[in-house]
């Protein structure tokens, strides 16, 4: 017969373990809510594979991932999501250059003007630099899930875009904050009017309106609706514009690993996806802004060569003052870009295919 301690230890043992399967339930069903922000529209391409993805993640996480989503820049411009992000109103989104400078600024060197000749140049630098860019994304609160694209970026204007002097005397828009942009067109000697992104359809619209030239994608000028406001674009384009998905490292850090790395594989596939698409939709915009009557213009045969280089050299030069591109960054990007073109040189043994950018 038991006597009553034992019987008491006995019930103590059932307790505990009781406990210890409750408490493993609990952990095991605990759901992570995902405030996720975009200044990107509903209803795109974009937002389809975007919306793919959460649906993607929710049912691979069994429920223990859900999304409130955030489109149309519904929670404010970039500077204004990082800010509720940083306070936890919201856990993470996804972002153009602009905002990526905002987390960790050198990731910018990608988009510095009259860089890249293609896509091809790109990726391949930027692959090599990911793993510099997720440690300077960590360090600074936030995992770096993906990297899509917004593409290579084009001026417009209400007023005929005919050579480098004529884009001066228009009345330019500079996304406000922007230091890659006030660089740039101060070594232009652009003098630039700034508006939050927000602001820029309604001042397009206005009979006086600020603004009469804007910079962005052949698709983004489709998406936001500026093209209905504008008759002229670029075929030179200024910089190939990059974006990011990401999560702060206070929401990051909560997930168990399994669901650390469900966000890491699907994030990623999720903004290649983006990346791709957004490189068909640019070319495929093309013809349809032709077709509504948008003019293009100005061709690299349009401008002197050695004077864009410059401009982008002395961007740079601005931008390392202040290391919000970092002289070495700069240059390391630059090393990488020139060893690819020699490769690609040597392998075809011959010239390279005609491009806006000369290899230095």
């Known amino acids: 017969m038991k006597t009553p301690s034992a019987s008491k230890k006995l019930l103590q043992l059932i307790f505990t373990g009781v406990l210890l399967v409750c408490s493993q339930s609990l952990v095991a069903e605990e759901v992570y809510t995902l405030k996720f922000a975009t200044l990107m529209p509903t ?17 691979k996480s069994q429920g223990r991932i859900i999304f409130k989503m955030y489109s149309g820049g519904v929670m404010g411009d970039e500077p204004d999501v990082l800010r509720k992000i ?3 109103q919201l856990h993470g989104g996804m972002f153009t250059g602009y905002g990526i400078g905002r987390i960790y600024s050198p990731a910018r060197v990608l988009e510095m003007p009259f860089l890249f000749k293609s896509t091809e140049e790109s990726d391949h630098v930027r692959e090599l630099l990911m793993p510099d860019l997720e440690t300077g994304f960590r360090r600074n609160g936030f995992e770096l899930l993906g990297w899509p694209e917004v593409g290579f970026i084009h001026f417009f204007s209400t007023q005929p875009l005919t050579s480098i002097d004529a884009i001066k005397q228009q009345r330019i828009w500079l996304w406000q904050g ?3 942009g006030e660089a740039f067109f101060k070594a232009a000697d652009i003098n630039p009017i700034p508006l939050s992104i927000m602001d820029v359809y309604t001042q397009l619209s206005a009979k006086h309106g600020s ?52 966000l890491k594989t699907t994030g990623k596939k999720m903004a290649d996806d983006i990346r791709l698409n957004a490189r068909e939709a640019n070319i495929k915009s093309i ?27 002395d961007a740079a030069a601005y931008l390392e003052k202040t290391d919000y591109i970092p002289a070495s960054m700069f240059a390391k990007t630059k090393e990488l870009l020139a060893a690819y073109r020699h490769k690609q040189e040597t392998e075809t043994n011959d010239e390279p295919a005609a491009a806006p950018v000369k290899s230095e």
């Open 86 to 88: 940083r306070k936890g």
């Open 287 to 313: 013809g349809l802004l032709e077709k509504n009557g948008i003019k293009f213009m100005l061709d690299w045969d349009d401008v002197d060569m050695a004077e864009m280089l410059k401009m982008r050299d």
């Open 211 to 262: 603004i009469d030239t804007v910079y962005t994608s052949t698709f983004g000028a489709i998406a936001l609706q500026w093209y209905t406001k504008l008759k002229y674009a670029s075929h030179i384009p200024l910089t190939n514009a990059i974006g990011g998905v990401i999560v702060s490292n206070r929401f990051y850090d909560k997930l168990p690993a399994d669901l650390q790395q469900l």
């Open 178 to 180: 922007d230091p890659l």
């Open 43 to 59: 209803g795109t391409a974009w937002s389809k594979l975007l919306d793919d993805w959460v649906k993607e993640v929710e049912e």
